[in-house]
């Protein structure tokens, strides 16, 4: 079973700043199957990255993802005040996993 | 428009059981494999459950193995999960997902529903 482990935990940055998330897996994978998803409190999560590196539709641009294997990053260029929530990594295959969230929080 | 609607949660006493239900519209129903996710009180997300478009392949994680059964009605576009033997740690919001292939990912989520185990 692969594990996907998020660094860091919880991110505390101000607007306009630069946010790079980590998602590490324990074994190699297809980045075809690494996506992020955003959540903020109360609502369901919302798919931002699909295939490591493809933003999904209606995502600004200052979102991307890259990586390959096992090490994998969100970034987010510059904060705006509706970005600061969780982000979550997941591998897709015939069972689903979901990393252990990166909070990012306004400083 | 994608909808996903959840019913069928509340409290429930340990050892109980419940059964979730998600209505779908708006997309071919029948086309897609669909997911449950949950996620316990102030916790991360955790896949629970997935079946295949037909239903002819289902998917558990480890730890509702036994006790939860997905199951699907295409003809009435719902999608279930039977939880049995329930447990405090089952505590959570429940969200029906549906998958995407093109996407390899989950691309349309319901509002949750909440399951609390406890006497």
């Known amino acids: 079973e692969i594990v996907l482990t998020q660094s860091p935990g919880t991110l505390s940055l101000s607007p306009g700043e630069r946010a790079t998330l980590s998602c590490r897996a324990s074994?190699?994978?297809?980045?075809?199957?690494l996506a992020w998803y955003q959540q903020k409190p109360g609502r369901a999560p919302r798919l931002l990255i699909y295939?490591?590196?493809t933003r999904a539709t209606g995502i600004p641009d200052r979102f991307s993802g890259s990586g390959s294997g096992t090490d994998f990053t969100l970034t987010i260029s510059r904060l705006e005040p509706e970005d600061f929530a969780v982000y979550y990594c997941?591998?897709?295959?015939?069972?689903?996993?979901f990393g252990g969230g990166t909070k990012v929080e306004i400083k | 428009e994608v909808q996903l609607v959840e019913s069928g949660g509340g409290l429930v006493q340990p050892g109980g059981s419940l059964r979730l239900s998600c209505a779908a519209s708006?997309?071919?129903?029948?086309?897609?494999?669909m997911s449950w996710v949950r996620q316990a009180p102030g916790k991360g997300l955790e896949w629970v459950a997935n079946?295949?478009?037909?239903?002819?392949?289902?998917y558990y994680v480890d730890s509702v193995k036994g006790r939860f059964t997905i199951s699907r009605d295409n003809a009435k576009k719902l999608l279930y999960l039977q939880m049995n033997s329930l447990r405090a740690e089952d505590t959570a919001v429940y969200y029906c997902?549906?998958?995407?292939?093109?996407?390899?990912?989950?691309?349309?989520w319901g509002q949750g529903t909440l399951v609390t185990v406890s006497s």
């Open positions: 997902a549906r998958e995407n292939g093109a996407v390899a990912g989950i691309d349309y």
């Open positions: 708006g997309f071919t129903f029948s086309s897609y494999w």
């Open positions: 079946i295949k478009q037909d239903g002819s392949e289902k």
């Open positions: 074994q190699s994978v297809s980045s075809s199957y």
């Open positions: 295939g490591a590196s």
């Open positions: 997941q591998l897709y295959g015939n069972s689903l996993t």
